[in-house]
C-alpha cells in the first residue's frame, strides 16, 4: 500500500507545472522604449512653416518606429521558436514520466498480487534503515 502511494506522489509532482516561476521575463530592447510621437501643431492654426516642420518629425518617427518594430517582430519569431522548443521538450518529458510511472504501476499491480511480501527486516534492509535489536 505504502508502495502505491509513493507511486501516485510521484506522478503527481512529476506532473505539476513548476509554479515558483515568478520572475518577469525580460523584454528585447527592440520591443521596449518606443520613441513617443513628436507634438503635433493644430492644423486650423498652424503656419506652412510648423505644418512643414511637423510633417517633417513625423515621417522621422513614423521610419525610426517601423525599424524598431522590425527588429521587435525578428526578436518575437526567434522567442516563439525558442518557447515551442520548450514546450516540445516539457511535453516530451512529461509523457515519458507518464509512460515510466504507468508501466511501474503495472509492475507494482503485478507484484502484489503475486501475494508475496518481505518480512520487516528485509524492508528495512531494502530501505537502508538499521535497529539495535535486529
Known sequence: ?????GAAAAALLLATPAMAQTA???????CANFDAAPT???????????MNTTSQSVETWRAAIE????????????????????VAAYNASAQSASQTLSAWN????????????????????????SRRDD
Do not use: Y
Open 1 to 5: 500500500m505504502k508502495l502505491m502511494i
Open 24 to 30: 518577469t521575463p525580460a523584454i528585447p530592447a527592440s
Open 40 to 50: 503635433l501643431v493644430d492644423g486650423a492654426n498652424a503656419t506652412r512653416a510648423q
Open 67 to 86: 525599424t524598431k518594430r522590425a527588429a521587435c517582430q525578428t526578436d518575437i519569431a526567434a522567442l516563439r521558436a525558442q518557447l515551442e522548443a520548450a
Open 106 to 129: 503495472t509492475e507494482v499491480t503485478e507484484f502484489n498480487g503475486r501475494g508475496e511480501t518481505a518480512d520487516t527486516r528485509e524492508r528495512r534492509s531494502a530501505l537502508g534503515v
